[in-house]
């Protein structure tokens, strides 16, 4: 069972950025989090959260997500431990 799901970014301003406008926009059921050290090395944002369709209103806020976004990730949780996997949208 995926527990939910990171939009991993290009750069830290971008995760910012669309995490403030989607707020703006009166989304709150977002999260803004640090990118876990698994996925990406460097320490940037990534954006958490609980359904797959909700990677809608980035879409909605953001247009091409192609330009700034990364990778999208599932999050599952076995035995204590974590596990990331890339999924396509």
Known sequence: ???YY???FKSKNYAMQI???LENHGYYFFNLISTPAQISG???????????SDI???RIVAGDLNSI????YSVERINGKRYYEN???
């Open 1 to 3: 069972m995926k527990e």
């Open 6 to 8: 990171i939009a991993v």
């Open 19 to 21: 995490f403030y406008t």
């Open 42 to 52: 460097g320490c940037g944002y990534s954006i958490k959260f609980n359904r797959l």
């Open 56 to 58: 809608e209103y980035f």
């Open 69 to 72: 976004l990364q990778g999208v």
């Open 87 to 89: 999924i396509t949208i």
